[in-house]
């Protein structure tokens, strides 16, 4: 970003602050461009909305209140309209379009659209406004949530298999992120798209990257995974795992001089309607400058970050406040 003062490329700062939201406060990273002739820093809406989310991140998971993403889910999975679903909660549908949006809604009203996660809450929901819906619309709704009850053992298989490959809920430990076997597949989709075959070592880097980069410019990660640092660099938890979850990811046993390995590959395509243009921008912008990268060669980089220099020898996870650290991207 360029000074309006001098013309000038400016440097790029991190700042730890404190935001006051609703009448307590909340530590943020503050991103900012210098112009050093001048002293001025600047922002950018972008930057502007990565604090905002990193605030309210915190706050939502401190009172339980669902994240804007959770909130379309919710509705979508019903298929219902904004509309419909502001009438059934009982929230103005002004104020309910408005969390779609990104506002924080009030704990009162987060921790009652987090209890319709519950199919039978729902049910309960449409019986109390069923005076004010049509009696098809009724009849509908009520067979679509019975159905979805019926296949709840569909449902406990799914996060079974949720449960077995990520290692924390969403919070800090994992940016964020949300908790998604289809989105962590179809950002290793995305990099499989733009990078061909690539081996597991060099997966679990590019995986690092792209979450950590997003954490930084958006204040939330991408596929919901969190991360350890041993002696190849930074890499997912339960990795292995990860790799071998997808019938759509293949993976081939490689020999390599006198090196023997796992390359991963795929002849399917992302789904679009998983992915946000923001996300696929940080994949790309991964993958644009790593891509080509051999596993030493990537796994040498990582070797270079606080996240891996902080913690390879500690027990813990790497936390994402790293993210601002990052000195390859």
Sequence with gaps: MKSPFTGKEMTRTWEKRTWDFRGEKFEFMHMAW????????????????????QVTNQYRAKYGIPYTDEIISIRKKYNLSAAKMSLLLGIGINQYRKYEQGEVPSVSNGRLIRSIMNPKVMLDMIESAKEELEE????????????????NDAYKMLQYETNRIFCSTRSYENGYAAISLNKLKNVMIAILERCQEVWCTKMN???????????????????????????FGPVPEKWNKVYSQFDEIQQVVQQF??????????????????LTEEEIKMIDIVCNKYGHYS?????????????????????????FNEAYHLVSL
Excluded at 34 to 53: H, P, R, V
Excluded at 138 to 149: C, G, T, V
Excluded at 205 to 228: N, Q
């Design 34 to 53: 210098l112009c050093e002739d001048t002293g001025e820093s600047f922002t950018t809406d972008q930057s502007d909305t990565a604090s905002y989310i």
């Design 205 to 231: 880097k590019l995986l690092f990257y792209v979450d950590f980069l997003s954490y930084r410019e958006r204040g939330m990660a991408i596929t919901g995974l969190t991360y350890r640092a041993i002696d």
């Design 136 to 151: 098809k619309e009724y009849k509908k709704l009520i067979q679509r949530i019975e159905s979805i009850i019926e296949n």
């Design 257 to 274: 001089g006198n090196y023997e390995g796992t390359i991963l590959c795929t002849k399917s395509r992302i789904d679009n309607d998983v």
């Design 295 to 319: 596993s030493q060669a990537i796994s040498t980089i990582s070797h270079k970050e606080s996240a891996w220099k902080n913690h390879h020898q500690s027990s813990e996870r790497i936390p």
